[in-house]
């Protein structure tokens, strides 16, 4: 027997395939809808590439390797640093803002947990070039149309949008000084998990007093515009600093989007590169993993690829957002049906049944026959089997009459067609 | 500056994607129309799984590696054996034919040549379960239409068929001993490439006698059916063994392939697996690589997966094609064009114009906007440099009659439309 496939790779049969078929056909719809451009970089890239940005310990994830020319090398765990390449090279002659989005394998090497994938696909929207809070309702837009095209709606799945800039701002208000700031970030990010005595207890040994921590509680809470400004009354300048976070909340409602968005002070991203907003999609039972994360990293490709441009975007992956899917029974049955099967009588029939079979491919169809010769009974059989729509039986005294007959299998009528028309009128059929 | 890219992979640009799309649109088109169904595997594969096959000598041509749980892996440099794997693992519950497809991305890695690639696309056909003739014409006819969908006719490249069974038969009757017929195999593959004298001279350092060396060089000529019976006659029974091959040409005849079809014995396809048909395409004037190759595996899967299935399929590479497709200008110019670009006259337009922008995103057109504040003019002249069809102008005047203005921009003309009219206007016009 062949060897099993790695631990945490996938084989995808055609039944599972068909499902890949669907996300990304329609993330690149919708991608496509916003005037996104697709791109894709190479799977294996320098080790340096990644190291350069998040330092050494990440090397501990990835999947890396010396190659036979010696060089320290890694499958791609995100694109961002690809990305920067390709923008850095090129970054005079393209138009800004650069709407670009990819699809790309991406691949990991954690100690293997039970279930957990090495690799996963990920759609990947970026906007580079545009500074203004409406880039971010675009992105922000774009990743909840890229979720919402699935059919899922507003109980399905929610975005939650905060802005660092907006939190840097009120632990100063706080007092809370820079080891402290790391800690709350922390607590943070992890407050819907955790339970709230362990968030504070990890607060108090930080040494945060506890009036700070107490409205660190209440702005946990937060889910609207008004609700943040009454909570961060008198800290800092926050609401000031919240002026960009108001016009893109602003722009996602004048969008029509509203109900898909909340205000939520608590999302933080784990990476450290983010400026300005970020964001995660969950799904709304807040039974899965994050659907999505994303934000804005306006130094980012200054400090990767040498060009000094805004740049916002996110990742989407494969794995949650199927499992979000299957839960809501919004993954589609197996698309891969076809639409004549051709069946011959006599082992004269079987010339024509090729030159029917190609004149039909030709004009488009999917168009399957027997391979070898078999009763007309048999080979009707495996046009159910194969899902036709239509058989089309080529026989001696139809060939007589320049006839074929054509049944429509799940009706289960049958019509004579003349031979000279039988293509037109199958186009016609399966159209109807 | 990041790290440039390795040597031998590409990066793809929007520009250069679009050709991609077009690449991998058509095929999954093409196999689609014949009743083939997409699967994919992992891009990383155990060694084993190649080296069970062709021997550790193929580990000098392999993108391989140790990785960090001590495994021996590869970056697969060919599809057949994870196919073999799947088919194993689920041969009982899988219809016969086995109808597949993939576009795996397939990696090597040989010594540096100027411009020599490591990585590149490929799609992979396969036909598994079916013994007979009409299968090889199946897949030959598939493989021919996977080329001449992108608009190449006869004229611009061929399919050079060949039997392994019929070739085996051939050198026995001409009396070769085993040697001597993997000498003719070798010296039969380059024949086209080498000079005639090189050869016959090879022949003759292997002791084939004259009257062989003859015959073997007008059995290279032969390019018809009628040519063969009469070049092979009285070599063993090589026109008996040649039924199917027969069969097969017959068939491509009556689909209407016979075109593009040449005999042509001296296809012999390196590796060793092939067993029966073999086929390569390539273009018509010989100045390039081989387009695509394939053939009949009937022993592969029994020894790879365990399964006794004949089989055979062809793998059909996206670098020669695009060569060609270039030679003759067939590649498309960049389809990214957006269809509509809204443009707001004061600020106050701005909220209507994403109102807009994401209810014509929603009825599937592809939109564009400014993203921050700019004057009309300016919006104007990005809609054109992002090759917007139309342009929808958002103003004061117009929006207190509840209308507005649309531009077509390669007319020059203009049209006052009503607000609540304008979806179904628009979608209208893009399609006219």
Not at 31 to 50: C, H, I, K, V, W
Not at 112 to 134: A, K, Y
Not at 208 to 213: Q, Y
Request: glycine residues 10%; negative net charge.
């Amino acid at each position: 027997m062949p060897p099993l496939p790695l631990p945490g790779f996938r084989d995808f049969y055609p039944d599972e395939f068909s499902l890949r078929t669907h996300l990304f056909g329609t993330w690149r719809a919708v991608a496509t809808r916003y005037g996104f451009q697709e791109y894709d970089g190479p799977p294996l890239e320098p080790l340096e590439l990644y190291t350069a940005k998040s330092g050494e310990e990440i090397v501990t994830q990835l999947y890396n390797f010396t190659d036979k020319g010696g060089r320290e090398v890694a499958l791609r765990p995100e694109m961002t640093p690809t990305l920067a390449r390709m923008v850095a090279a090129r970054a005079n002659g393209l138009r800004k803002p650069i709407r670009w989005f990819s699809i790309p394998q991406l691949y990991r090497y954690e100690r293997q947990q039970r279930g957990r994938l090495r690799e996963h696909f990920q759609l990947n929207c970026d906007l580079i070039g545009e500074p203004g809070p409406i880039g971010d309702a675009e992105i922000i837009a774009l990743a909840v149309d890229a979720v919402r095209a699935f059919g899922l709606g507003p109980s399905d799945f929610r975005v939650r949008v905060s802005d660092r800039r907006v939190l840097s701002e009120l632990l100063a208000g706080l007092g809370l000084d820079r080891a402290q700031v790391a800690v709350a970030y922390q607590v943070l990010d992890k407050f819907g998990r955790a339970p709230r005595e362990v968030s504070v207890g990890r607060l108090r040994d930080a040494a945060v007093g506890p009036d700070a921590i107490g409205r660190l509680l209440t702005l946990s809470g937060v889910r609207t515009w008004d609700a943040f400004r009454e909570a961060a009354a008198g800290l800092g300048d926050a609401v000031g600093a919240a002026e960009p976070l108001r016009r893109t909340l602003a722009a996602l409602e004048a969008m029509g989007l509203a109900e898909f968005v909340d205000l939520d002070l608590t999302i933080v991203r784990g990476l450290a590169y983010y400026t300005g907003t970020v964001f995660e999609l969950f799904d709304a039972r807040g039974e899965l993993r994050a659907i999505c994360g994303g934000g804005r990293y306006d130094n980012l490709l200054q400090a990767l690829g040498g060009v000094d441009l805004p740049a916002l975007g996110f990742g989407l992956g494969d794995v949650v957002l199927t499992e979000l899917l299957r839960d809501r029974g919004l993954v589609p049955g197996d698309q891969s049906a076809i639409d004549v099967f051709l069946a011959g009588i006599g082992e004269e029939d079987a010339s024509e049944v090729l030159a029917l079979a190609h004149e039909l491919r030709d004009a488009g169809l999917r168009v399957e026959y027997a391979l070898s010769p078999q009763p007309l009974g048999k080979q009707l059989r495996l046009a159910d089997a194969r899902n036709a729509r239509l058989a089309v039986v080529l026989g001696p005294d139809e060939r007589a009459r320049g006839e074929l007959v054509v049944k429509d299998l799940a009706a289960k009528t049958q019509s004579a067609v003349r031979r000279d028309a039988v293509g037109a009128w199958l186009l016609e059929a399966l159209r109807g």
